[in-house]
């Protein structure tokens, strides 16, 4: 059931696999400790790289979609996840309101159906209320695989938002909020929306979430003894910037040439023979769009025309102005020849599975998110937080999951990190 990986295991992640796979209770410990502070988010997925030498987050998406590219042997664990979730928040709840993205991609709609099947599982009544103006009355989509799913339009008093019929204790958003926050999703003081409106990209920003992510990476290094650059991707971020009429791109160059030279010291540091690279994406929004590498901070002054224009657009057709400059980590994972990342879900604090996301047009050092891409399922055998007693660091699939996960969980550490401190509701900011 599981994909065989290719993977270049130099020294030091092999080093970094054998202490984490030793550190194994004391990791976990940490994480409980951690967990009695600080709050989840609702529900994550982690985008990973594996370098050989380095295993980091590139992204962290708050709002998972492709829930459908989770295999049915991990549907059990997310139901499981999906049942302490909506335990903490609301023990009698029976309703679940689903407001998903507006869009009828069927793709898309096919995890919609997934989450709905993992929440009706948890116990719940689920039905997904759309956004759109064209949704008027209930409308049934068929999907992919078989089966269809309803979509209804959204009824909304003063102070709650429900469909005929219907009144959620729970409101569960899978729109990230790319353009802004509707109208009718504020103010809701009666029923709980999760994830919260400030986790969407209308006010987030991947800047802030590294910044968190450094500060987890640092603490878990010290608690480990080891460099936590190994799992963190450097990064800085410049604002003000318009790619159509190439206004604070020497920013963008500047800060571009100082990563490079500081992942080039580093190389050096650890006898790593790799060109460094950094990634140029807009500091909100996904989707893969608004995305390029740079080798070279020169690149940047000879942009074409083209290549700006790429850059000046993200997701439902924003203009970038922020854009995160990150440093770029290989991968070396491999299916089937064609150029593979890991990515890892979440729901609350658990680990319920992943897949690889692989594009066969793709180099080691670009973005694999874009058209073109596919996607593997793969199953955490036995669970993702176990790994094989006895087994050698590296030799078997269950280390490499457990480490996916570990790196899974610092992210999403980060990002509660990250909600906690832009919270509008929050007394303070500390």
Request: with cysteine; hydrophobic share 40%; proline share 7%.
């Amino acid at each position: 059931m599981v994909p065989h990986l290719v993977t270049a295991l130099t020294g030091p992640i092999n080093e970094l696999e054998q202490r984490i796979l030793e550190s194994t209770p004391v990791i976990e410990r940490w994480f409980r400790l951690e967990w009695m502070e600080h709050t989840p988010p609702f529900y994550s997925s982690v985008d990973v790289r594996n370098a050989g030498f380095k295993l980091a987050p590139v992204d962290t998406n708050l709002y998972p979609g492709g829930w459908n590219h989770l295999t049915p042997e991990m549907l059990p664990l997310a139901v499981q996840a999906a049942m302490a979730a909506i335990e903490k928040i609301c023990p009698e709840a029976k309703n679940l309101l689903l407001v998903p993205e507006n869009t009828t991609d069927s793709f898309y709609l096919s995890n919609l159906a997934t989450l709905q099947q993992i929440f009706y599982m948890a116990g719940l009544n689920v039905r997904v209320g759309s956004l759109s103006n064209d949704i008027t009355e209930p409308v049934t989509k068929e999907l992919p695989g078989g089966g269809s799913i309803v979509l209804e339009p959204l009824l909304r008093s003063k102070r709650r938002l429900g469909l005929k019929n219907f009144d959620p204790c729970t409101i569960l958003l899978n729109n990230d909020l790319s353009a802004g926050v509707p109208g009718i999703l504020e103010d809701l003081h009666e029923q709980y929306l999760l994830p919260p409106l400030h986790a969407g990209w209308a006010t987030r920003r991947k800047s802030t979430h590294f910044k968190a992510y450094e500060e987890v990476a640092k603490r878990f290094g010290k608690l480990l003894g080891m460099d936590h650059w190994l799992i963190h991707p450097m990064f800085s971020q410049c604002g003000e910037v318009d790619f159509n009429e190439a206004h604070g791109l020497e920013c963008v160059r500047s800060h571009a040439d100082a990563l490079l030279t500081k992942v080039r010291r580093k190389y050096k540091e650890y006898g790593i023979n790799e060109k460094p690279f950094v990634v140029v994406k807009a500091d909100n929004g996904t989707g893969g769009m608004g995305i390029m590498t740079v080798r070279d901070a020169k690149d940047i002054d000879a942009l074409s025309p083209q290549a700006r224009a790429r850059m000046a657009t993200a997701q439902g057709g924003r203009a970038v102005s922020e854009v995160l400059i990150q440093e770029g980590v290989l991968t070396h994972e491999r299916i089937n020849s064609a150029v593979a990342e890991p990515v890892v879900y979440m729901m609350d604090r658990y680990v319920v599975g992943g897949f690889y996301r692989i594009h066969a047009d793709r180099g080691v050092d670009e973005n694999l998110n874009a058209p073109g891409s596919s996607f593997v399922p793969l199953a955490f055998e036995q669970s993702a937080q176990l790994p094989q007693p006895g087994a050698k660091p590296g030799a078997s699939v269950p280390n490499r999951f457990y480490m996916y996960g570990v790196i899974g969980r610092l992210a999403m550490l980060a990002a509660s990190y990250e909600l906690e401190a832009t919270d509008p509701e929050a007394e303070n900011y500390d």
